[in-house]
């Protein structure tokens, strides 16, 4: 019994001292993992914004340059450029009116792609401008018959154009919003 006791006075301090360094131990190595953490964090959040500045950077000058597309899209479909461009001496209000309608679904059409980079609601605006302006055509050519002579299509589409053209100016003002967005 005397040796046991002498034995626990050896083993019970180290004991002591050993769970101690245990517990200083491991709340040191939590506070370094945590420091750790931190720092993968951080520099895993200074990646993503370095990624995304990137992005943003790579991505800009496209979507300006889409912005700048549909502009000039709204400026080909307007009535006025239309007409000049499409229209032929001797033309019947029918070839007119198929002509304008072939034009305006050629540009569109060729123009369809720039959607991946401008807002969905511009786009829904773009697609009403465009409609709009088929809708103006098909009204101009209601009433005429289709072998009269294209210059009276050509009047009443100038005429009503004046009238109608908020569309153009709502879609042309989102692509400005858009662009003003990326800065």
Same mark, same amino acid.
């Given at each position: 019994?005397?040796?046991?006791?002498?034995?626990?006075?050896?083993?019970?301090?180290?004991?002591?001292?050993?769970?101690?360094?245990? #517990?200083?131990?491991?709340?040191?190595?939590?506070?370094?993992?945590?420091?750790?953490?931190?720092?993968?964090?951080?520099?895993?959040?200074?990646?993503?914004?370095?990624?995304?500045?990137?992005?943003?950077?790579?991505?800009?000058?496209?979507?300006?340059?889409?912005?700048?597309?549909?502009?000039? #899209?709204?400026?080909?479909?307007?009535?006025?450029?239309?007409?000049?461009?499409?229209?032929?001496?001797?033309?019947?209000?029918?070839?007119?009116? $198929?002509?304008?309608?072939?034009?305006?679904?050629? @540009?569109?059409?060729?123009?369809?792609?720039?959607?991946?980079?401008?807002?969905?609601?511009?786009?829904?605006?773009?697609? $009403?401008?465009?409609?709009?302006?088929?809708?103006?055509?098909?009204?101009?050519?209601?009433?005429?018959?289709? $072998?009269?002579?294209?210059?009276?299509?050509?009047?009443?589409?100038?005429?009503?154009?004046? @009238?109608?053209?908020?569309? $153009?100016?709502?879609?042309?003002?989102?692509?400005?919003?858009?662009?003003?967005?990326?800065?």
């Amino acid at each position: 019994m005397l040796e046991t006791l002498e034995i626990l006075k050896y083993i019970l301090p180290s004991g002591v001292v050993f769970i101690t360094a245990y #517990f200083l131990l491991k709340i040191f190595l939590n506070s370094q993992e945590e420091i750790q953490k931190k720092a993968l964090q951080t520099q895993i959040e200074e990646l993503r914004l370095q990624i995304k500045h990137e992005e943003k950077r790579d991505i800009t000058p496209i979507r300006l340059q889409a912005s700048e597309r549909m502009v000039l #899209f709204l400026e080909r479909i307007s009535p006025q450029s239309l007409i000049f461009r499409v229209q032929k001496p001797g033309q019947t209000v029918m070839q007119l009116q $198929t002509a304008l309608h072939s034009a305006i679904r050629s @540009e569109y059409e060729h123009n369809m792609a720039q959607q991946l980079y401008i807002s969905k609601e511009t786009w829904g605006m773009l697609r $009403t401008a465009k409609e709009e302006v088929v809708k103006l055509v098909n009204t101009a050519s209601s009433g005429l018959k289709p $072998t009269d002579n294209s210059i009276e299509l050509s009047r009443r589409v100038f005429e009503l154009s004046i @009238e109608n053209n908020k569309n $153009t100016e709502r879609a042309i003002s989102m692509l400005k919003k858009d662009i003003q967005k990326l800065f």
